[in-house]
């Protein structure tokens, strides 16, 4: 048996359909059972067109004393019908937690490539320049050599 689950809000009931319920609605389709959901029917079973409210079809047919096997057939295909929806958030979810970790790496690699650009950039602006370094020297042995040639004289 397949079955199809459909979340409405305004008409307050659940969907399922049935291979063995060969109800055909006026535009062709088989038609799906559904239960009412709120008050003051609440439990009660009806046939409805697949594509219904979307569309103009108006077929309705009501179930009138249904076994208790189809019941519970029907118990334990809305039960099948919430267990496969759950798997398949848990899946999205699982892919989704997959994608952020990808992403989390990416970043944090990045991250690594910054922290170590802004190493290597404090590291030469902290080095003086190499023409301070090549001034030092010349001043050095020119004041030298000006002390020397002073005290000469």
Not at 6 to 24: E, L, Y
Not at 111 to 130: D, H, M, S, V, Y
Request: proline share 5%; with cysteine.
């Amino acid at each position: 048996m397949s079955t199809r689950k459909q979340n409405s809000h305004n008409s307050g009931c659940s969907a399922t359909s049935r291979r063995n319920s060969k109800v055909i609605c006026s535009c062709g389709n088989e038609a799906i059972l559904r239960t009412v959901k709120n008050e003051p029917n609440v439990g009660t079973k009806f046939y409805r067109c697949p594509l219904w409210p979307d569309t103009q079809c108006k077929m309705f047919k009501p179930i009138e004393g249904s076994s208790v096997v189809e019941d519970l057939q029907f118990q334990l295909l809305e039960k099948d019908t919430t267990i496969m929806e759950m798997e398949m958030l848990l899946e999205s979810k699982d892919e989704r937690i997959k994608r952020l970790q990808l992403k989390n790496n990416i970043l944090e690699e990045e991250n690594r490539e910054l922290r170590k650009g802004c190493c290597q950039f404090r590291i030469t602006e902290n080095k003086p320049p190499a023409n301070e370094q090549n001034f030092k020297m010349p001043f050095i042995i020119s004041l030298i050599l000006f002390v020397i040639m002073y005290c000469l004289k």
